[in-house]
């Protein structure tokens, strides 16, 4: 089902709620709402709809989960965003029913014959409901929005080395590159591939393999400093971003990682499991995107593995 379609059977159910309000006539606030809207779905026997947000279970991990994640997280903003516009709008018109109360003159309403009395406490008894109501939903929606924030901070971090993932290097360095635009950073990317680590799986188990990945996360994270980036960004690629820091400086720190899993002894089983990387490394040009950045490192990366493994080398 496509994103259209999604949004066409969300719009079909919406428009049922609010025909079921009109004609209960329930005001249709949040509260309400939501109970009848929730109703609405729970009566949808729609397998798309199932097998769609069934992708989006941490379980699944098809070629296309970071896009379907990604149109999710835009839904439950969207939904997010139209939760609070209308609790919003909700509030600005009671705040002006109030108002309105306010102004009444009490020696207007005494001279009346009308009750006016009777009906302003009547009014007030309602807008005393629907400010309560008003004031849960407000709950609810900080309520959403904290889920949300970690939602999404947890999609951004790899379960096996808790670095972060990929999706969170391409928010990153958006950030980064649109801070630069105008000009040449000091930024450098350390892309890593780890050397043979098919034969580890093959030989060891993929036990093994997963203690290599994990062993190599903590030395990036001992080797770069507070604040630079690290991402798992394939089975057995890296990404090291260090930002506000020279190129020489950052070619430094890539030998000094690549040295320094060289001559580790990582144990598994009673043996020891001789691990090497290869790196490529890219400097920041004052044109660079996203691609061209990452496509040099890419590029450093293939001569390493080219010219024998167990290299840095650097893309200029």
């Known amino acids: 089902m496509e994103k259209e379609e999604v949004f066409e ?150 379960p096996l080395t808790k670095l972060l993932n990929k999706r969170a290097f391409t928010s990153d360095m958006e950030q980064i590159l649109y801070a630069g635009s105008d000009r040449k950073l000091d930024m450098s990317i350390l892309f890593i591939d780890v050397d043979d680590l098919a034969l580890i799986n093959e030989e060891f188990g993929h036990l093994a393999g997963d203690k290599v990945l994990i062993f190599l996360a903590n030395t990036f994270k001992n080797s770069v400093r507070d604040g630079d980036k690290i991402y798992r960004c394939g089975e057995e690629e890296f990404i090291i971003v260090l930002n506000r820091l020279a190129p020489e400086k950052s070619l430094e720190i890539a030998n000094r990682i690549r040295s320094k899993i060289e001559i580790s002894k990582l144990i598994y089983s009673e043996q020891i499991l001789k691990v090497t990387v290869s790196m490529g490394v890219a400097h920041h040009r004052d044109d660079d995107n996203i691609s061209t950045i990452l496509a040099r490192a890419v590029e450093g990366l293939k001569l390493a593995k080219q010219s024998g493994k167990n290299l840095v080398k650097e893309i200029v």
Do not use: C, W
């Open 9 to 158: 059977f969300i719009l079909k159910i919406r428009e049922s709620v609010l025909k079921k309000l009109d004609a209960t006539k329930t005001p249709s606030y949040p509260k309400y709402y939501e109970k009848i809207f929730r109703e609405m779905l729970t009566d949808v026997d729609n397998p798309e709809i199932t097998k769609l947000f069934q992708r989006y279970s941490q379980s699944s991990f098809g070629e296309n989960a970071d896009e379907e994640l990604e149109k999710y997280i835009k839904l439950s903003k969207d939904s997010l965003k139209a939760f609070s516009s209308s609790n919003r709008s909700i509030s600005k018109t009671v705040m002006a029913q109030s108002d309105y109360l306010d102004s009444i003159r009490l020696d207007e309403v005494n001279k009346a014959h009308v009750d006016y009395q009777k009906i302003m406490q009547s009014m007030l008894s309602f807008q005393g409901q629907l400010l309560e109501e008003l004031r849960r939903s407000d709950e609810e929606i900080r309520r959403l929005e904290t889920e949300l924030e970690q939602a999404l901070s947890e999609s951004k971090i790899d």
